[in-house]
């Protein structure tokens, strides 16, 4: 069975500041996706990868896809309050979820 | 916009009882998912539904549980007998396609489920 680990599990900053958060498999992913949620909501779909080294931007979050495709990061730049969540990185090949990063932002 | 929609949003329950948590996915979907998320742990796959029977299940997805289309909307998860470690909250997804095909998984508010 496929593990995805996440790290780090927790995260505290300041708005402004730049965070990046990993995703890491024991075996390779066929596509990625990643996934933001918030409290007492399902997850919601952020973007999804498919192609060793693909590097994806949305906004001020920048998704990239590891060359061997078994990792993947997710790095957020001038984070803010309203970034504040749950991420998940998920195989939804395998309906497998991440252990997940939970992001404060401060204001 | 279309959204996944889940009744109740908390179900409080006695252990031993039987509890029908309840979905209605988004209406063109041809691919229905149930996940649970126990208080703090990850996201965790039980069941995806497709054509009217089950397409693949987890180890969690044991002889207790069981899942229904009984009409052309609603989809449906019993558990037939709940013990106090299915305390947890409940999401229902639905995509257009099969994820394999990367198609975008669209997941409801969710049922958070109390066992006393």
């Known amino acids: 069975t496929q593990l995805l680990e996440q790290s780090p599990q927790f995260l505290s900053i300041q708005e402004g500041e730049n965070l990046t958060v990993y995703c890491n498999s024991s075996s390779v992913f066929s596509s990625l996706q990643w996934y933001r949620q918030e409290p007492g909501e399902g997850p919601v779909l952020l973007v999804t990868?498919?192609?060793?080294?693909e590097v994806k931007k949305l906004k001020r979050l920048t998704f990239q896809f590891g060359d061997a495709r078994k990792d993947s990061s997710l790095h957020i730049t001038a984070a803010q309050p309203g970034d504040t969540g749950l991420y998940l990185c998920a195989n939804t090949d395998k309906l497998i979820f991440g252990t997940g990063t939970r992001l404060q932002v401060f204001p | 916009e279309p959204e996944v929609t889940q009744t109740p949003s908390h179900q409080v329950t006695q252990m031993g009882q039987e509890v029908i948590l309840r979905c209605v996915p988004i209406s063109n979907h041809l691919y229905f998912y149930w996940y649970r998320q126990i208080l703090g742990q990850k996201v965790e796959f039980l069941v995806s539904f497709y054509n009217n029977e089950i397409s693949e299940k987890s180890e969690i997805f044991d002889d207790q549980f069981s899942v229904e289309r009984p009409d052309g909307s609603n989809f449906t998860l019993k558990i037939r007998s709940t013990k106090l470690e299915d305390s947890a909250m409940y999401f229902c997804a639905s995509s257009e396609g099969w994820l394999a095909g990367v198609a975008e998984q669209f997941f409801g508010p969710g049922t958070r489920l109390t066992v006393l």
């Open positions: 990868v498919v192609t060793g080294g």
